[in-house]
């Protein structure tokens, strides 16, 4: 069974991941069908002394102003610290709490009846958290009242308030804001497991993969401390969690720049650089006011809150727009990482600009929301880009695996040749010597003897000729080099080479055709050329079968001069062919190899290459190339 490649597997599981994110998301939103949402209420200003339910139920009505849920929080008159707040309950079992998706203030306390059945006092400061009142039918069936003192952004309630069940508002309630706590935390698992895995990569990798962690592990404490669900846990610590979540982002903003500098290096000019260093100034300076609020007991919050507000909102601003501009540049150079990086980074950008210019255009508090999601959506792409690298690095392993091996068999190539060719230099001449004495002596006693005695004199020569090339052979790899180097045309050596090899063809029952360009000269020896492309196509005119074809053509490509030789001949398997060249390997019976191996010498002598391609059944198709002489 054929396994998926990488690439589709990592596809599958990241539109996996994102529909299981998508459904979650409908999931945590979605409400019960019995719920129902408050679109109107009354509101009435507090001053100071008015903080029982009594005066405010004995307040004319014309005190009491009519708020919707589409407009946002009134302003206060002067003097005013607190507001009253009146719904009108429907009379129904059904109904037995009410969730406020924003309260803002120090403190809130419900009242039904003029009895006190909510107190938020020491429990949690508002800005912006949801608050579940429980209500039942044993507190009666008048109005419910809400007061609200005035806090460091304000007091009252915004965006939607509904009724329903207890259990089914609890839900909701927790898992809402639940989800950015396990978003969180996934994200700072991951950059933990991340740091642990850079000890086992190269140190020029872990700059980068440093940022990223910080990257990650800053996102998840943002989202774990923006959560409203904290507030639930922490309590009345809101300049904790503040703090917090300011350190997170003074961490991310240099971080994230310092990452994309990583990635795609330090721009034209340098201007990356030195906006990264602004970025880490200002984050700096950030960090050492935060101390210094926190040892002053918090004296210099108004200070404090306009640079980490008003100055870093800008600057965040500024980030996203300039660094979504560089990536776009970079991807519209053919960069596929920078295309991936873009679309998940223009995702974010969007969503966290169009959050930030409502934040900061909204006259009313306005809860950031949407751009966790935009997080996750960047997040997924740096996963895909690191998923990529992993890809990049496993094709390079197994590059290089192939190089080394091809390496390894030219050095056992190469060794063998030396060991052949000392060989040759130290026999070959003292064993022909003999050789062609003993032949002398043989072919003089043929002429003197009976025709038997003949017939074995003469299979005697036949054998010493045999002999007597194989040390042509040896002397050919004593001697390598072209000992008469001149320019010649390829074709015309190729005609002539096939003129001496076509009565060959043709007793084997095959023929052979001549596909040649004019004009392609090279340099080197006519008389080795043609020695070596002798033994070439001789090897293909014995692998010819009934109804043989050889076709031999020659081209000019580029610098190079190509020559072909192909046959439809038997073939040779992948293991005949890998062994191709090695010193007295042979298909042949009577076969010793070396003929083949003066070819690669030859070749290799003239600064070419040759490379085999067959399959057993199909052929064989060998490949020359050798460098054109540009003289001619």
């Known amino acids: 069974m054929k396994l998926a490649s990488p690439k589709r597997v990592a596809v599958l599981f990241m539109f996996l991941l994102l529909t299981v994110l998508v459904i979650a998301g409908f999931a945590v939103g979605r409400s019960s069908g019995q719920d129902m949402v408050l679109l109107n209420w009354e509101q009435k200003w507090a001053y ?63 009242y039904r009846n003029n009895g006190l059945i909510y107190d938020s006092r020491q429990t949690v400061n508002f800005n912006g958290s949801k608050v579940l009142i429980p209500i039942s039918d044993t507190q009666g069936d008048g109005p419910l009242y809400l007061w609200s003192t005035s806090g460091d952004r304000g007091f009252g309630v915004g965006g939607q308030i509904r009724l329903g069940h207890y259990d089914g508002l609890m839900n909701l309630y927790i898992k809402q804001d639940l989800v950015d706590v396990i978003l969180g935390t996934s994200l700072m698992f991951m950059a933990v497991v991340l740091l642990a895995c850079l000890f086992f990569v190269k140190i020029k990798m872990f700059s980068g993969g440093y940022w990223l962690v910080v990257v990650i ?162 997040i997924l792409s740096l996963i895909v880009i690191l998923g990529r690298g992993f890809t990049r690095n496993y094709e390079q392993a197994l590059s290089y695996s192939r190089e080394l091996e091809q390496f390894n068999n030219a050095a056992q190539r190469s060794e063998k ?39 074995y004199l003469n299979m005697a020569m036949q054998e010493l000729d045999r002999a007597s090339v194989i040390i042509t052979d040896f002397l050919t790899f004593a001697k390598p080099g072209m000992e008469e180097v001149d320019v010649f045309e390829v074709s015309g ?27 392609l000269f090279v340099l080197g020896s006519p008389a080795k050329f043609k020695q070596a492309f002798i033994n070439l196509i001789k090897n293909s005119v014995e692998a010819l079968q009934e109804d043989g074809l050889i076709k031999v053509s020659a081209w000019k490509s580029g610098q190079h001069i190509i020559i072909s030789v192909e046959d439809n001949g038997e073939g040779m398997k992948l293991s005949e062919l890998a062994r191709l060249g090695e010193p007295f390997y042979s298909n042949k019976t009577k076969g010793t190899g070396l003929g083949l191996m003066v070819s690669f010498r030859i070749i290799e002598a003239m600064n070419g290459a040759i490379h085999f391609y067959s399959k057993k059944g199909q052929g064989t198709e060998v490949v020359v190339k050798l460098p054109a002489d540009h003289n001619k």
């Open 217 to 378: 592990f800053a996102f998840g404490i943002l989202f774990i401390t923006y959560s409203p669900f904290l507030a639930l846990i922490m309590g009345s610590r809101e300049h904790l969690t503040e703090s917090v979540f300011d350190v997170a982002l003074f961490m991310l903003l240099p971080a994230f720049t310092l990452y994309f500098e990583q990635i795609f290096g330090p721009g034209r000019g340098r201007h990356l650089v030195r906006f990264r260093n602004i970025q880490l100034g200002f984050s700096v300076f950030c960090l050492l006011f935060l101390l210094l609020n926190t040892l002053l007991s918090y004296r210099l919050d108004n200070l404090y809150t306009f640079l980490t507000v008003n100055v870093t909102g800008i600057l965040m601003i500024i980030q996203l727009v300039y660094l979504l501009g560089l990536a776009v540049v970079y991807a519209y150079r053919g960069n596929k990482d920078a295309v991936i990086f873009s679309t998940g980074f223009a995702l974010f950008a969007v969503i966290s600009l169009s959050e930030l210019v409502l934040y900061f255009s909204s006259s009313s508090p306005f809860h950031l929301y949407w751009w966790k999601w935009g997080v996750v959506g960047f």
């Open 493 to 519: 050596e190729l005609r002539h080479v096939a003129g001496i090899l076509v009565p060959l063809a043709n007793l084997q029952g095959g023929t052979m055709e001549l596909h040649l360009q004019d004009e």
């Open 417 to 455: 040749m030396e060991i052949i060719s000392e060989l040759a230099a130290s026999v070959a001449h003292e064993v022909r010597n003999p050789l062609q004495v003993t032949r002398g002596f043989l072919q003089i006693l043929g002429e003197r003897s009976a025709s038997k005695e003949k017939e």
């Open 48 to 110: 100071p002394g008015e903080e029982t339910a009594a005066s405010a139920a004995a307040a004319p009505e014309e005190e009491w102003l009519k708020c919707s849920a589409d407009s946002g929080r009134p302003l206060p008159p002067a003097g005013a610290d607190a507001v009253w707040l009146r719904f009108d309950i429907p009379e129904t079992e059904e109904y037995t709490a009410l969730l406020i998706d924003k309260v803002y203030g120090t403190t809130l306390k419900a």
